[in-house]
């Protein structure tokens, strides 16, 4: 059974920092490409960075692009969400998700497998 279990998040100040973790199992980890995904209160799934199965590549949305950076160790079968500076509308809930691919993808409806997600606050 593939398992992927967030943490990390919590609350934050404006222009703070947190890191994600997301550890996976029950799959060969190496064979697939990595997403986080996010969720704002009241709002739609977001895809914000992708990295593929052995890190040689990451992809982020715009809104999140120069402020967060999207890392893996395969050893350990983890990803890794650095996010710095980090703003009121980075709130939400963030989610790694995977689908039988060793790149990475934006089309979060294709996604095959979800964690359960990890709450990041951000407010003064």
């Known amino acids: 059974e593939i398992q992927l279990v967030e943490s990390g998040g919590g609350l934050v100040q404006p222009g703070g920092s947190l890191r994600l973790s997301c550890a996976a199992s029950g799959f060969k980890f190496d064979d697939y490409g990595m997403n986080w995904v996010r969720q704002a209160p009241g709002k739609g799934l977001e895809w914000i960075s992708g990295?593929?199965?052995?890190?040689?590549?990451?992809y982020y949305s715009d809104s999140v692009k120069g402020r967060f950076t999207f890392t893996r160790d395969n050893a350990e079968n983890t990803v890794y969400l650095q996010m710095n500076s980090l703003k009121p509308e980075d709130t939400a809930v963030y989610y790694c998700?995977?689908?039988?691919?060793?790149?990475?993808?934006?089309?979060?409806?294709?996604?095959?497998?979800w964690g359960q997600g990890t709450q990041v606050t951000v407010s003064s």
């Open positions: 990295i593929t199965w052995n890190g040689d590549k990451t």
């Open positions: 998700a995977i689908r039988d691919d060793p790149d990475c993808s934006d089309a979060v409806e294709d996604y095959d497998s």
